[in-house]
């Protein structure tokens, strides 16, 4: 049941993708041009760059893990580019689309959307969809060496206050993130993967760098997404399993189809979809798919 209301939703998602592809022309953004059929990097214009002396070529690639959340999109993909672009920030944004059956993996899309766009990029910035930054003095710019910015810092976040908190958007380097092993591939259903992910970057001595900036908890933020259940479900030995350190997966190999990328435009942003279809190893991970045993907890929390 469940399974097919997905299919329906993905087949409405893709038919909303291909009528806003259709009608918009895909424009070539100015500015940077590349080679390949990737996007042009957007938002900043080169003539600015070199008046101001600032010759570097960071490009941030916005890595969006993705599932039927298409009315989010819709509000995120162009309020981000604006934001970018206010900050000269040239930018490319994947959104990383999971169109398996297993659970929704956030830790292993922002790998694989890490993987395809690394070559367009020199840093990223793993960002929930619906978590739309309103204080403009909130810096995407890269982090130093050795330094990751969580950008929706607890105390910053609407929901989320805890010290070791690093969820919601975090920016890191492409070296840092490949030096780490990217994110553990095992977290499957909602909440965790960000915390394994501390423990990797403490553990190869990376700082967590924070915005300072004058707003607080209320208004630094908005939290766009609806109502929604969260897939809070526990099975087999998930439970003890993810909350210790994975030395085992990771960036190097997170395993998955490529099925097909697409390039849209909402509004005037363009961005590249990634339909992602993720393997499950069951031996590692058999809480993938909960339906093959009865978990042992099943809590729905309406957040
Ligand atoms: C990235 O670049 C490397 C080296 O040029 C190449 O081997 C690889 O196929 C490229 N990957 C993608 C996803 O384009
Ligand atoms: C951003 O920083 C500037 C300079 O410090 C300050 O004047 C301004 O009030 C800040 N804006 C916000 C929204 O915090
Ligand atoms: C999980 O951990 C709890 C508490 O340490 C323990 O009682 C339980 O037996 C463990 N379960 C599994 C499946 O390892
Ligand atoms: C990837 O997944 C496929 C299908 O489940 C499996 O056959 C293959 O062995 C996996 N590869 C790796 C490297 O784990
Ligand atoms: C969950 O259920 C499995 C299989 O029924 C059992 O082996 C495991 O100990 C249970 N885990 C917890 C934390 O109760």
């Known amino acids: 049941m469940a399974w097919k209301v997905r299919l329906i939703a993905g087949a409405i998602l893709t038919c909303l993708f291909v009528a806003l592809y259709s009608q918009s022309h895909l424009p070539v953004p100015k500015g940077r041009e590349h ?3 990737s996007q042009s990097a957007i938002g900043d214009d080169g003539r600015r760059r070199r008046k101001n002396g600032d010759n570097h070529q960071d490009v941030l690639a916005v890595i969006v893990p993705f599932r039927n959340r298409f009315e989010e999109l819709q509000t995120f993909a162009p309020y981000i580019h604006g934001f970018l672009n206010r900050q000269h920030i040239p930018h490319l944004i994947f959104i990383v689309n999971q169109v398996d059956k297993y659970r929704f993996n956030r830790a292993a899309l922002i790998n694989v959307g890490f993987k395809y766009a690394k070559n367009q990029s020199t840093y990223m910035v793993m960002h929930d969809v619906d978590l739309l930054p309103l204080n403009r003095n909130l810096s995407y710019k890269k982090p130093g060496k050795a330094h990751v910015m969580h950008v929706a810092a607890p105390g910053l976040h609407p929901k989320y206050d805890y010290p070791t908190f690093i969820g919601g958007i975090l920016i890191i380097s492409n070296e840092d993130f490949a030096k780490v092993n990217g994110m553990s591939n095992l977290y499957w259903g909602w909440g965790l993967e960000d915390d394994e992910f501390y423990v990797r970057l403490k553990n190869a ?13 209320s208004n630094t933020f908005e939290h766009i997404h609806a109502t929604r259940p969260r ?3 526990k099975c087999f030995d998930q439970y003890n399993k993810t909350r210790k350190r994975d030395r085992m997966t990771g960036l190097r190999n997170v395993n998955y189809t490529l099925v097909s990328t697409t390039r849209i435009v909402i509004q005037d942003t363009p961005l590249t979809v990634l339909n ?3 393997k499950c190893d069951f031996q590692m991970s058999p809480w993938c798919d909960c339906s093959k045993q009865r978990p042992n907890t ?6």
């Open 35 to 37: 080679a390949g059929n």
């Open 205 to 217: 001595d990376m700082k967590v760098a924070r915005p300072t900036v004058t707003t607080s908890k």
């Open 231 to 233: 897939d809070m479900t």
């Open 276 to 278: 992602v279809q993720l």
């Open 298 to 303: 099943t809590i729905t929390a309406k957040t």
